[in-house]
């Protein structure tokens, strides 16, 4: 009696060191530990604590209780997977789970517990986790949807017997309409498949028991996840075989004011809803999404991916992934449409790549760092959606878009990158938006060789090259850009370089605002080009470029066309463009070394190897003033003109 006089509290922290039988006999003991025992975290505590391993359960349950009471143990997961069917749960608690995974059902796999302390690792030399989910009888060896043309098929032979048997269930159209669901029973329930029935419009149903949209069997249980019906219902009468208990549960009170069920009260499991004949599209099995979430994923086989998806949908979220192998830590190809979400992706060749998924697979929020080469690799027709992640310190470009591939990369965070920050080449062609692309080694954008693709509204700054390189007949569309503050130039266009550049800002970078040189043929339209340290606008070396309507102001120098540039102006508004201080020619000319120009970032110039000094032809060189006043009368080699400072 004492004890049942002491706090919640105290209550509380006592059942919370018993076992689920425990815990269910106190409920009969006392009226104050069943008031205990309505709180949802000692069930949730007993649950997560008290076991260890995998826990199955059928389908999601929400309530901690119920999950307790009928929940099976297992050691491993694969073993808790093989018995699961499609929505079935498994919670997964802290230890080492040495397997490989293949997840071919639609079940959710959950951590229970801080991730780090839940690791799945390999333990043999294949993928730990293989996603290939086939839906509706894909796979002619996948038995666990089975084949639903074949069951309407069915149904169909069935219902003809039933109508020679009993014409009392045929349905009558008494007017002409031409709906198929008019004039016969739309759905009877009476087993264990729930099926959802969205946007039909289900009228004049009737048998000889009167109108009826909906006959349900006798015992009607309802389970968590109801059968939605949706679309443009007339108010639903019973079938005669329920009228006793559906009188006793009063559900025909329940009935909303414009037609439909309110609501059927039962606790369990919803019977199976069986369609007459009607077409096969208007069926749709109510389905889960596969899923996994809350765990450690570690691959130590240094060959294969970490996770890969092959086919179907599944949501990989809030996991560490990581591999310290030469494949990607997560792989998406052919028919996978994955959701991946809030993970931490590191250690990999690439964080994540997608490869001929025409499918929109979907990655964000995800921090993927440290990778060997790109974060993000899409190639090869993949179109995935990558918005809201942070990339970076990758050793190679934070995104990396090839080989005609696609994708949506918007609102990402992409910073400190060994090479550009996106990087597309091969007739890439991605749609980029609204990303901050910032402090890499390299330029923040880097479009070549038949590239393509639009970047809009980016914020693109500080890099440790130009902001943006165009070459190789790149030929892609900036619009509406911030580009500012790089070591180089705002943007920089070379080799036969084409693309629309329009309505960007162009600003306080360290060498011109924009170059063309090399045969480069941007146009530039409605551009505001300011506060440049050097010339808003160069043109050089059989550089092109149409300039129409740009602002050009507050440089040091407004244009400057040299060395057989020929770019086109029209319409451009120069002010203030006051040259401060000797440019690289002058320095030539003055016989200074162009390093007191450019100190130690590359610049477009002409330079020599020194064979007298340096035999071994080091990637050491010379300007042209050194080669005339310091290396007068040595063997020098004539390099191409490129990038460079004189060292």
């Known amino acids: 009696m004492e004890l049942l006089q002491c706090p919640d509290e105290v209550l509380y922290h006592i059942v919370s060191f018993l076992d689920t039988i425990d815990l269910c006999s106190l409920t009969c003991l006392s009226q104050s530990f069943s008031r205990i025992l309505l709180y949802e975290g000692v069930w949730r505590l007993c649950f997560e604590k008290k076991r260890v391993g995998v826990s199955l359960l059928p389908r999601r349950i929400d309530d901690w209780k119920l999950r307790c009471m009928q929940s099976k143990e297992y050691s491993t997961i694969t073993e808790a997977l093989n018995d699961a069917v499609d929505g079935g749960v498994l919670f997964v608690r802290a230890g080492k789970y040495s397997e490989n995974l ?27 986790v293989w996603v290939r989910i086939n839906f509706q009888g894909e796979d002619e060896n996948d038995e666990w949807m089975g084949d639903w043309e074949e069951m309407a098929d069915e149904l169909n032979e069935d219902e003809e017997e039933n109508e020679n048997e009993d014409n009392e269930n045929e349905g009558n159209d008494n007017n002409g309409n031409d709906n198929p669901f008019h004039g016969q029973i739309g759905f009877e329930i009476n087993n264990e498949l729930a099926v959802n029935y969205r946007e039909h419009n289900i009228d004049d149903n009737n048998n000889n028991n009167g109108d009826q949209e909906l006959v349900l069997s006798q015992n009607v249980e309802q389970m968590d996840d109801e059968p939605v019906f949706e679309g443009d219902f007339i108010p639903i009468e019973y079938g005669e075989d329920n009228d006793n208990n559906n009188n006793n549960n009063n559900h025909d009170q329940n009935m909303l004011e414009n037609g439909g069920i309110e609501d059927f009260h039962s606790p369990l499991t919803l019977p199976n809803l069986t369609p007459h004949p009607l077409p096969v599209p208007h069926l749709q099995p109510m389905r889960s999404i596969a899923s996994i979430r809350g765990l450690t994923i570690k691959q130590k086989f240094t060959e294969h991916f970490c996770v890969y998806c092959e086919s179907g949908t599944i949501i990989i979220e809030d996991n560490f992934i990581s591999t310290v192998g030469t494949q990607s830590a997560v792989c998406i190809e052919k028919d996978a449409t994955p959701i991946i979400r809030k993970n931490y992706i590191t250690g990999a060749s690439a964080g ?83 990303n901050k692309i910032h402090h890499g080694k390299g330029p923040g954008i880097n479009v070549y060789k038949k590239a393509l693709g639009v970047y809009e509204e980016n914020d693109i700054y500080n890099n440790g090259e130009s902001n943006v390189y165009v070459s190789k007949h790149g030929n892609p569309v900036f619009r509406r850009n911030r580009i500012h503050g790089s070591v180089l130039c705002g943007m920089y266009f070379y080799d036969d370089a084409g693309g629309v550049i329009e309505e960007n800002e162009i600003f306080e970078n360290n060498h011109e605002g924009v170059a063309t040189i090399d045969g480069a043929n941007p146009t530039f339209r409605l551009n505001q080009i300011h506060h440049n340290k050097r010339a808003g606008i160069v043109v050089y070396n059989n550089g092109l470029g149409i300039f129409e309507s740009n602002h050009i102001y507050e440089n040091n120098g407004g244009s ?39 100190g130690a970032a590359f610049h477009p110039q002409f330079w020599f190897y020194c064979d007298t000094c340096d035999p071994n032809e080091s990637d050491k060189g010379c300007c042209s003033a050194c080669a005339e006043i310091c290396h007068k009368g040595h063997k020098l080699s004539t390099r191409n003109f490129s990038l460079f400072y004189c060292d």
């Open 102 to 128: 293949k997840i071919d059902k639609e079940v959710e796999i959950i951590g229970l517990g801080p991730r780090d302390d839940i690791v799945l690792e390999s333990n043999t030399p294949e993928r730990t």
């Open 352 to 434: 994540i790549s997608a490869f001929e998924c025409t499918n929109q697979a979907i990655i964000e929020e995800n921090t993927i760092c440290d990778t060997g080469y790109s974060g993000i690799e899409v190639s090869t027709l993949a179109d995935p959606i990558i918005r809201n992640n942070i990339i970076r310190t990758a050793k190679g470009a934070g995104i990396f878009v090839y080989d005609r591939g696609r994708s949506t990369i918007e609102g990402n965070d992409i910073n400190n990158n060994s090479n550009a920050g996106i990087e597309v080449e091969r007739e890439g062609n991605p749609r980029v938006f609204k």
């Open 560 to 598: 400057e066309i040299r060395r057989k540039g020929k770019p086109c102006m029209k319409k451009n508004n120069f002010e203030n463009n006051e040259k401060v201080g000797a440019g690289l020619e002058n320095c030539i000319k003055e016989g200074r070394c162009s390093f007191s120009f450019t």
